[in-house]
T-cell receptor, first 115, second 113 residues
Framework: EAQVTQNPRYLITVTGKKLTVTCSQN?????MSWYRQDPGLGLRQIYY???????DKGDVPEGYKVSRKEKRNFPLILESPSPNQTSLYFC??????????????FGEGSRLTVL | SQKIEQNSEALNIQEGKTATLTCNYT??????LQWYRQDPGRGPVFLLL?????KEKRKERLKVTFDTTLKQSLFHITASQPADSATYLC????????????FGAGTRLAVHP
Protein backbone atom coordinates (compact mmCIF):
# COMPACT_ATOMS: atom_id res chain seq x y z
CA GLU A 1 0.00 0.00 0.00
CA ALA A 2 1.30 3.42 -1.01
CA GLN A 3 1.79 5.50 2.09
CA VAL A 4 3.70 8.12 4.01
CA THR A 5 4.59 6.93 7.50
CA GLN A 6 5.42 9.23 10.37
CA ASN A 7 6.72 8.36 13.82
CA PRO A 8 5.97 8.99 16.56
CA ARG A 9 2.30 9.79 16.16
CA TYR A 10 2.16 11.35 19.61
CA LEU A 11 4.94 12.74 21.74
CA ILE A 12 5.17 14.78 24.90
CA THR A 13 8.59 16.14 25.66
CA VAL A 14 10.29 18.88 27.64
CA THR A 15 11.97 22.06 26.55
CA GLY A 16 15.46 21.54 25.20
CA LYS A 17 15.36 17.78 24.75
CA LYS A 18 16.36 17.00 21.18
CA LEU A 19 13.91 14.94 19.22
CA THR A 20 13.47 13.57 15.72
CA VAL A 21 10.24 12.90 13.90
CA THR A 22 10.77 10.36 11.17
CA CYS A 23 9.03 10.30 7.81
CA SER A 24 9.22 7.55 5.25
CA GLN A 25 7.43 7.09 1.93
CA ASN A 26 7.24 3.96 -0.21
CA UNK A 27 6.22 5.59 -3.49
CA UNK A 28 9.70 6.49 -4.76
CA UNK A 29 8.75 10.17 -4.66
CA UNK A 30 11.42 12.78 -5.28
CA UNK A 31 9.69 15.59 -3.44
CA MET A 32 9.05 15.61 0.30
CA SER A 33 7.94 18.34 2.66
CA TRP A 34 7.15 19.05 6.30
CA TYR A 35 4.23 21.14 7.51
CA ARG A 36 2.97 22.19 10.87
CA GLN A 37 -0.70 22.85 11.51
CA ASP A 38 -1.97 25.14 14.22
CA PRO A 39 -5.57 26.21 14.92
CA GLY A 40 -6.59 29.15 12.78
CA LEU A 41 -3.27 29.21 10.92
CA GLY A 42 -3.68 26.28 8.62
CA LEU A 43 -0.78 24.30 7.21
CA ARG A 44 2.53 26.10 7.17
CA GLN A 45 5.54 24.69 5.36
CA ILE A 46 8.69 24.14 7.41
CA TYR A 47 11.16 22.59 4.95
CA TYR A 48 11.00 20.79 1.67
CA UNK A 49 13.28 18.59 -0.38
CA UNK A 50 13.35 18.22 -4.15
CA UNK A 51 15.54 15.13 -4.04
CA UNK A 52 18.33 13.42 -2.12
CA UNK A 53 20.70 15.93 -0.56
CA UNK A 54 18.57 18.86 -1.79
CA UNK A 55 16.62 20.70 0.90
CA ASP A 56 15.31 24.22 1.28
CA LYS A 57 13.45 26.35 3.78
CA GLY A 58 9.73 26.83 3.76
CA ASP A 59 7.88 29.61 5.52
CA VAL A 60 8.61 28.67 9.14
CA PRO A 61 12.01 26.93 9.32
CA GLU A 62 13.28 28.47 12.55
CA GLY A 63 14.04 25.88 15.22
CA TYR A 64 13.97 22.94 12.80
CA LYS A 65 16.47 20.96 10.78
CA VAL A 66 16.00 18.33 8.12
CA SER A 67 18.13 15.93 6.16
CA ARG A 68 17.58 13.87 3.03
CA LYS A 69 20.21 11.19 2.83
CA GLU A 70 17.92 8.63 1.25
CA LYS A 71 15.08 9.13 -1.16
CA ARG A 72 12.47 7.49 1.03
CA ASN A 73 13.29 9.24 4.33
CA PHE A 74 12.99 12.86 5.39
CA PRO A 75 13.38 13.26 9.16
CA LEU A 76 12.48 16.47 10.98
CA ILE A 77 14.84 17.38 13.79
CA LEU A 78 14.11 19.69 16.69
CA GLU A 79 17.48 20.37 18.25
CA SER A 80 16.14 22.25 21.26
CA PRO A 81 12.36 22.14 21.31
CA SER A 82 10.43 25.00 22.81
CA PRO A 83 6.75 25.26 23.80
CA ASN A 84 5.94 27.30 20.67
CA GLN A 85 6.78 24.20 18.65
CA THR A 86 3.83 22.39 20.16
CA SER A 87 1.83 21.54 17.06
CA LEU A 88 0.52 18.90 14.71
CA TYR A 89 3.16 18.00 12.14
CA PHE A 90 2.60 16.50 8.73
CA CYS A 91 5.03 15.01 6.28
CA UNK A 92 4.05 14.92 2.61
CA UNK A 93 5.52 13.61 -0.62
CA UNK A 94 4.92 13.93 -4.32
CA UNK A 95 6.27 12.55 -7.55
CA UNK A 96 8.25 14.85 -9.81
CA UNK A 97 6.37 13.18 -12.62
CA UNK A 98 3.26 14.74 -11.10
CA UNK A 99 4.69 18.23 -11.09
CA UNK A 100 1.91 19.28 -13.38
CA UNK A 101 -0.63 18.19 -10.81
CA UNK A 102 1.42 18.45 -7.67
CA UNK A 103 -0.77 16.06 -5.74
CA UNK A 104 0.65 15.73 -2.26
CA UNK A 105 0.38 12.53 -0.25
CA PHE A 106 0.29 13.22 3.47
CA GLY A 107 1.22 11.15 6.47
CA GLU A 108 -1.14 10.67 9.38
CA GLY A 109 0.46 13.39 11.43
CA SER A 110 2.59 13.64 14.57
CA ARG A 111 1.15 15.52 17.51
CA LEU A 112 3.97 17.06 19.50
CA THR A 113 3.64 18.72 22.89
CA VAL A 114 6.62 20.55 24.38
CA LEU A 115 6.32 21.33 28.08
CA SER B 1 2.22 39.08 0.46
CA GLN B 2 0.31 36.10 -0.81
CA LYS B 3 -2.91 35.43 0.99
CA ILE B 4 -5.52 32.69 0.83
CA GLU B 5 -8.92 33.24 2.39
CA GLN B 6 -11.38 30.51 3.19
CA ASN B 7 -14.44 31.02 5.33
CA SER B 8 -13.28 30.34 8.87
CA GLU B 9 -16.81 29.78 10.08
CA ALA B 10 -18.17 26.28 9.79
CA LEU B 11 -20.70 25.64 7.07
CA ASN B 12 -23.72 23.72 8.34
CA ILE B 13 -26.07 22.23 5.79
CA GLN B 14 -28.81 19.64 5.60
CA GLU B 15 -28.18 16.27 4.03
CA GLY B 16 -29.05 16.23 0.36
CA LYS B 17 -28.35 19.92 -0.18
CA THR B 18 -25.44 21.37 -2.14
CA ALA B 19 -22.52 22.68 -0.13
CA THR B 20 -20.53 25.55 -1.62
CA LEU B 21 -17.15 26.51 -0.20
CA THR B 22 -15.17 29.54 -1.27
CA CYS B 23 -11.44 30.08 -1.74
CA ASN B 24 -10.22 33.60 -2.45
CA TYR B 25 -6.60 34.45 -3.07
CA THR B 26 -4.52 37.60 -3.48
CA UNK B 27 -1.07 38.21 -4.91
CA UNK B 28 -1.19 34.93 -6.74
CA UNK B 29 -1.33 34.13 -10.41
CA UNK B 30 -1.91 30.42 -10.01
CA UNK B 31 -1.27 27.98 -12.79
CA UNK B 32 -3.63 25.66 -10.98
CA LEU B 33 -5.47 25.26 -7.73
CA GLN B 34 -5.90 22.16 -5.61
CA TRP B 35 -8.56 21.10 -3.14
CA TYR B 36 -7.97 18.72 -0.25
CA ARG B 37 -10.15 17.12 2.37
CA GLN B 38 -8.99 16.77 5.97
CA ASP B 39 -10.69 14.76 8.67
CA PRO B 40 -10.00 15.59 12.34
CA GLY B 41 -6.52 14.50 13.39
CA ARG B 42 -5.75 13.06 9.95
CA GLY B 43 -3.59 14.17 7.06
CA PRO B 44 -5.17 16.04 4.13
CA VAL B 45 -6.25 13.98 1.15
CA PHE B 46 -6.12 15.32 -2.41
CA LEU B 47 -9.50 15.68 -4.11
CA LEU B 48 -9.29 17.75 -7.25
CA LEU B 49 -7.09 20.02 -9.25
CA UNK B 50 -8.27 22.71 -11.67
CA UNK B 51 -5.99 24.54 -14.08
CA UNK B 52 -6.08 28.23 -14.94
CA UNK B 53 -7.49 27.52 -18.39
CA UNK B 54 -10.32 25.39 -17.00
CA LYS B 55 -13.48 27.06 -15.83
CA GLU B 56 -14.97 23.99 -14.23
CA LYS B 57 -13.95 20.49 -13.17
CA ARG B 58 -16.16 17.66 -11.99
CA LYS B 59 -15.54 14.43 -10.14
CA GLU B 60 -18.55 12.41 -9.06
CA ARG B 61 -20.51 14.71 -6.70
CA LEU B 62 -17.74 17.31 -6.59
CA LYS B 63 -17.50 20.37 -8.78
CA VAL B 64 -14.82 23.02 -8.73
CA THR B 65 -14.84 26.34 -10.56
CA PHE B 66 -11.94 28.68 -11.07
CA ASP B 67 -12.33 32.37 -11.88
CA THR B 68 -8.92 33.98 -12.39
CA THR B 69 -10.52 37.40 -12.83
CA LEU B 70 -12.26 37.26 -9.47
CA LYS B 71 -9.30 35.36 -8.01
CA GLN B 72 -11.65 32.82 -6.62
CA SER B 73 -12.39 29.11 -6.65
CA LEU B 74 -15.68 27.58 -5.60
CA PHE B 75 -15.96 24.01 -4.40
CA HIS B 76 -19.37 22.36 -4.58
CA ILE B 77 -20.57 19.08 -3.13
CA THR B 78 -23.94 18.08 -4.50
CA ALA B 79 -26.35 15.74 -2.72
CA SER B 80 -24.26 16.13 0.41
CA GLN B 81 -24.04 13.33 2.96
CA PRO B 82 -23.01 13.29 6.63
CA ALA B 83 -19.86 11.44 5.49
CA ASP B 84 -18.86 14.61 3.62
CA SER B 85 -18.39 16.38 6.95
CA ALA B 86 -14.75 17.44 7.10
CA THR B 87 -12.49 20.43 6.63
CA TYR B 88 -11.72 21.39 3.05
CA LEU B 89 -8.49 23.13 2.13
CA CYS B 90 -7.59 24.99 -1.01
CA UNK B 91 -4.08 25.55 -2.35
CA UNK B 92 -3.40 27.84 -5.31
CA UNK B 93 -0.09 27.15 -7.02
CA UNK B 94 1.89 29.77 -8.91
CA UNK B 95 3.95 28.70 -11.91
CA UNK B 96 7.25 27.69 -10.38
CA UNK B 97 5.71 27.79 -6.91
CA UNK B 98 5.10 24.10 -6.85
CA UNK B 99 7.83 23.54 -4.30
CA UNK B 100 6.22 25.77 -1.71
CA UNK B 101 2.61 24.71 -1.76
CA UNK B 102 0.67 26.99 0.56
CA PHE B 103 -2.74 26.09 1.94
CA GLY B 104 -5.69 28.08 3.10
CA ALA B 105 -6.77 27.54 6.71
CA GLY B 106 -9.75 25.54 5.47
CA THR B 107 -13.49 25.58 5.91
CA ARG B 108 -15.19 23.04 8.13
CA LEU B 109 -18.30 21.50 6.62
CA ALA B 110 -20.91 19.80 8.78
CA VAL B 111 -23.68 17.91 6.99
CA HIS B 112 -26.62 17.13 9.25
CA PRO B 113 -29.00 14.20 8.70
Amino acid sequence: EAQVTQNPRYLITVTGKKLTVTCSQNMNHEYMSWYRQDPGLGLRQIYYSMNVEVTDKGDVPEGYKVSRKEKRNFPLILESPSPNQTSLYFCASSSRADRNTGELFFGEGSRLTVL
Amino acid sequence: SQKIEQNSEALNIQEGKTATLTCNYTNYSPAYLQWYRQDPGRGPVFLLLIRENEKEKRKERLKVTFDTTLKQSLFHITASQPADSATYLCAPVDPGGYNKLIFGAGTRLAVHP
